[in-house]
């Protein structure tokens, strides 16, 4: 590990923050590895002291977040005078937003305090989960976002992601040739449904793949050009009966983009910052 970069990641809640933003960077790029240490609830001088012992021993960059500014200033003197490269992430946009809106909130742990708005996320990941292909569709309208497409449009991973990092309950809706959509669904208000599309080619691959690593046999239609096709008709037929749902083709776009563009076409371009 001598040769490879070590980011000992510090902050006094949990350090997610800091660590989508390092992986952000670390991949672009070129090493055989960069590895991550995290040093999480780090909110009293002597942690921070023990933090630095550890650094010590594992020399690299010190990224740090910290909601308490006593906190943060003193590991960046800790740092100077050990002669450690150390970056406060949050302060210019602390100083910026302080200049803008006045005093801020230094509660240690702002930023992820476990609050009413935790368990509302654990509550729509229980939610999601359960409402998953088709699943508990009684309760179908108390989804904040119902996805609607064929198989394999990605319909899972966006449901759990808009659960986990936007606290959303997301249910998702499979449809198939010969199968009518649930009852339920058209109970639930447009304003909360999106459909998801794929172009043919794109989704034969998808299919091919997936069947190739379940090493599955005989002669399934499921990854057929023509009833792909059917299907992906099928599925836009419906999606013109609905006008109001936004729909949005997941061809080449990753499961951020995809979050994305629901939350802009269901919630608007501008939102509020939410503790969610």
């Not at 708005?117 to 729509?124: G, H, L, N, P, S």
């Not at 979050?259 to 919630?267: E, M, Q, R, S, W």
């Amino acid at each position: 590990m001598a040769d490879d970069l070590i980011v000992h990641i510090v902050s006094d809640s949990t350090g997610d923050t800091a660590m989508t933003m390092v992986n952000a960077v670390g991949v672009q790029f070129k090493r055989d590895q960069i590895y991550i240490r995290r040093h999480y609830n780090i909110r009293t001088n002597p942690q921070v002291d023990m933090v630095l012992r550890h650094v010590a021993r594992e020399p690299g960059l010190v990224i740090f977040t910290m909601a308490n500014a006593q906190i943060g200033s003193y590991l960046s003197k800790l740092c100077r005078d050990l002669d450690i490269t150390c970056v406060d992430l949050l302060a210019p946009l602390f100083e910026l937003f302080s200049k803008h809106f006045g005093e801020r909130d230094e509660r240690v742990g702002a930023f992820h305090a476990v609050n009413d708005a935790y368990f509302r996320r654990i509550e729509a990941i229980e939610f999601t989960l359960g409402h998953d292909d088709n699943q508990s569709v009684p309760t179908l309208d108390h989804a904040d976002v119902v996805l609607v497409g064929v198989s394999r449009t990605s319909k899972t991973p966006v449901s759990m992601y808009l659960a986990i990092q936007h606290g959303l309950k997301v249910a998702n809706i499979a449809l198939a040739v010969g199968l009518d959509p649930p009852a339920e669904l058209t109970r639930v208000s447009p304003n909360k449904v999106v459909g998801l599309t794929i172009q043919p080619g794109r989704l034969v691959e998808i299919r091919r793949s997936r069947l190739g690593k379940l090493d599955a046999r005989g002669n399934s239609s499921y990854a057929d050009e023509s009833h792909v096709f059917q299907e992906i008709e099928m599925a836009e037929r419906m999606f013109k009966k609905n006008p109001i749902w936004p729909v949005i083709d997941v061809s080449d776009r990753s499961i951020e983009e995809t979050a994305t563009l629901i939350l802009d076409k269901i919630y608007g371009r501008v939102r509020p910052i939410k503790s969610n």
